[in-house]
């Protein structure tokens, strides 16, 4: 009957895993085969049973309260008790080393965190500039493209007043970041296009409030955190009016 | 808690007891706020602490028993397992009976309830499950398929029986 190549095939389809080409050729496929159709029928039902069937077991209320407990405690420091002052000054040294070891670990950890942040937006970035359809909201107008955002990400921010500037606004895009919901704002100056990313700063006001001035392969990228929300402004125009936008924008927050 | 319901859930299937589901969630989490700082920011949380989880279930004592039970043929190359059907609409078509399918997907063996699990309920991608499981992505799509079949007859002998 030919099926063999199919029948391995038909998982793939009910997964949604199949690449396109070899999904039209299964869909001409099944047209004539009613085995390998019947087949992709129930494979199909079983995956759709044993996802209502799967969850099957709830944690008792008790063992949830046990374990937030033990997160919660987990989470508060625990402070030695300085009743003995003869190991103050052992502790204050210990303290001490352990303080710097933290802080060269951070910095390291988050200039890693950092570029990898950058990366992934100069990526988004060259993406949004390669579409036919770079936003999803067009307009020049502030007053539009602030309120096209609302209900879609869990914050909001403010946009600069342009009409004095050179740059325009051309529009925006929602955009992901670390799985989570952010605005993608798309500025026009003479032939260069500039993106400027706001994501919630997730790494809470433990991270070091540092800003970010750097040249990822040629972009000009800049970054600062403002009021529990982290800026990207990432593009290939000059360093001077990189820095003018932000200023704008940084006025504006 | 994120995922917290979810883990336990995965858990109890794994152990299929609700003390062993416990102890197991308890040492996910503390594992995973002792290595927090190993965790990338950015990268994928859920298969993350999905990781925690299975590393922490195949090092325990119903992990290793239900590890050195795996038939050795799991992924070997070899005849997918055939369908003992009856008639090509029976039985799932009949799917009202939930208890019925978690009766038999209890009785297919770990690798194979877990790799059903992650993909029917977790919806995770051949991609994550591979990266979860660390085997191929070839041995996700065949481990996958005959873990239906396996599933598949197994629904079929609950019913029979």
Redo the contacts between chains.
């Keep these: 009957m030919g099926c063999a190549i199919w029948t391995?095939k038909l998982?793939?389809c009910i997964?949604g895993?199949l690449p396109a080409d070899d999904a039209c050729a299964l869909h001409e496929h099944l047209r004539g085969c009613p085995a390998c159709t019947?087949?992709l029928l129930?494979?199909s039902?079983?995956?759709?049973?044993?996802?209502?069937?799967?969850?099957?077991?709830?944690?008792?209320p008790a063992?949830?309260a046990?374990?937030?407990a033990?997160?919660r405690t987990?989470?508060t420091p625990h402070r030695p008790s300085l009743r003995n002052w003869r190991w103050l000054p052992i502790l204050a040294t210990a303290a001490a080393l352990l303080l710097l070891i933290a802080g060269v670990?951070t910095l390291r950890?988050d200039a890693r965190?950092d570029a990898?942040?950058v990366s992934?937006l100069v990526d988004q970035h060259v993406a949004t500039l390669a579409s036919s359809n770079p936003v999803d909201v067009i307009s020049t107008d502030r007053h539009t493209v602030k309120p096209w955002f609302a209900g879609k990400i869990p914050f909001s921010f403010n946009l600069p007043e342009l009409q004095d500037s050179p740059f325009t606004l051309a529009g925006g895009k929602l955009s992901y970041?670390?799985?989570s919901p952010g605005a993608q704002l798309i500025f026009n100056i003479r032939q260069h296009r500039i993106s400027v990313f706001v994501f919630q700063d997730?790494?809470t006001a433990d991270a070091p409030q540092r800003d970010l001035s750097d040249t990822t392969l040629a972009f000009e990228v800049r970054s600062w955190r403002h009021n529990g929300l982290r800026y990207f402004v990432i593009g290939d125009a000059s360093p001077q009016d990189i820095d003018k936008l932000s200023a704008l924008i940084k006025a504006a927050g | 808690?994120p995922l917290?319901?979810r883990l336990?859930?995965f858990a109890?299937?794994l152990t299929q007891n609700?003390e062993e589901?416990?102890d197991l969630?308890?040492e996910t989490?503390?594992k995973a706020?002792n290595g927090f700082?190993s965790f990338?920011?950015?990268t994928n949380?859920r298969a993350w602490i999905y990781q925690i989880l299975r590393n922490t279930f195949l090092t325990s004592r119903t992990g290793l028993q239900a590890t050195a039970t795996m038939p050795l043929d799991l992924d070997h190359d070899q005849e997918i397992l055939p369908v003992a059907e009856k008639t090509?609409?029976s039985i799932?078509?009949q799917?009202s009976d939930?208890?019925l399918?978690?009766r038999a997907?209890a009785k297919v063996p770990v690798p194979y309830r877990e790799v059903?699990?992650l993909?029917?309920?977790e919806e995770m991608?051949?991609q994550e499950i591979s990266a979860l499981l660390v085997i191929p992505m070839g041995t996700v799509?065949s481990r996958?398929?005959r873990a239906?079949r396996a599933?598949?007859n197994a629904?079929q002998e609950s019913q029979g029986s």
């Design positions: 391995e998982d793939a997964d895993e019947a087949e129930r494979l039902q079983q995956k759709s049973a044993v996802h209502a069937a799967a969850l099957a077991f709830a944690p008792d063992f949830r046990r374990i937030q033990r997160i987990s989470s670990l950890h965190s990898q942040l992934e970041l670390g799985q997730r790494d | 808690m917290f319901d336990y859930n109890h299937w609700r589901a416990e969630v308890q989490f503390a706020l700082s990338r920011p950015g949380f090509p609409e799932l078509l799917r939930q208890q399918v978690r997907l059903l699990l993909c029917e309920f991608s051949y799509m996958l398929s239906r599933l598949r629904i």
